[in-house]
């Protein structure tokens, strides 16, 4: 398994085949009601402690998914990409979301509301199997992000979140992937002050691991950073 894999496998939660290959009687009420919403970059789609009122995939763009502290600060803990869902946890448990959703970038996202997501979850035995595993995969991915705050320091942690965000807005079209992020959401998913982060890219750059534009981090160096993020 490569390092790539391993970055999925660990770090992702690989949920974009939810819908793939169901029945037409299921996907025909997936899709009867759903809608395309545009959201702007720094939109809300949901908000922790609302009540859900449907699941939500990203068609097009990056959306982060955080919480908020007591002091008013914000952890983002995961980076949705294209045709990854969110949103089916709060819906599957009956609770208010934990977390909330905002569009990293400007984003395309599908929404499919409540009743027509659990009808089909409950007239579907493969749907309702695809979830579990989803869900239980899920959890190992929230683990392995609590890990690395615990194990690693803030140097490998910048390292493999830089690596996270690449196989996130990698695009085969291009030769080098274009990382947007501003560096307040970065230090937020390293665990640590934004003074902290700068500093870490600017010694990456030293070591010409990276080159940065503006909010823009591109990796020079990938298998340099690998080292660097220790990841195992």
């Known amino acids: 398994m490569d390092i790539n894999e391993l970055l999925n496998n660990h770090y992702s939660f690989n949920n974009q085949d939810l819908f793939s290959?169901?029945?037409d009687s299921v996907c025909e009420?997936?899709?009867s009601n759903m809608m395309t919403m545009p959201f702007k970059a720094g939109q809300y789609i949901f908000k922790e402690g609302e009540k859900p009122k449907g699941i939500y995939r990203v068609k097009?763009?990056?959306v982060k998914k955080l919480t908020q502290t007591n002091f008013g600060a914000q952890h983002v803990f995961y980076m949705c990409k294209e045709n990854e869902f969110l949103g089916y946890h709060a819906v599957l448990s009956e609770e208010l979301y934990a977390d909330s959703a905002i569009a990293l970038v400007d984003s395309e996202i599908d929404f499919i509301s409540e009743l027509d997501f659990l009808k089909a979850v409950d007239?579907?035995?493969?749907l309702?199997?695809?979830?579990l595993k989803n869900l239980s995969h899920e959890f190992r991915v929230y683990i392995n992000a609590t890990k690395m705050l615990a194990k690693h320091t803030v140097r490998e942690r910048s390292a493999l979140n830089l690596l996270?965000?690449?196989s996130k807005f990698r695009n085969g079209s291009q030769k080098d992937t274009e990382i947007i992020i501003n560096r307040d959401d970065l230090a937020s998913m390293v665990g640590t002050a934004k003074e902290s982060v700068v500093r870490m890219l600017k010694d990456f750059k030293e070591e010409s691991l990276i080159t940065t534009k503006r909010s823009s981090i591109f990796i020079e160096d990938y298998e340099g950073l690998v080292r660097v993020a220790n990841f195992q």
Request: hydrophobic share 30%.
């Open 21 to 23: 290959g169901l029945p």
């Open 128 to 131: 309702s199997q695809r979830l």
């Open 123 to 126: 007239t579907s035995h493969q």
């Open 29 to 31: 009420i997936i899709k």
């Open 60 to 62: 097009k763009g990056k």
């Open 164 to 166: 996270i965000l690449e």
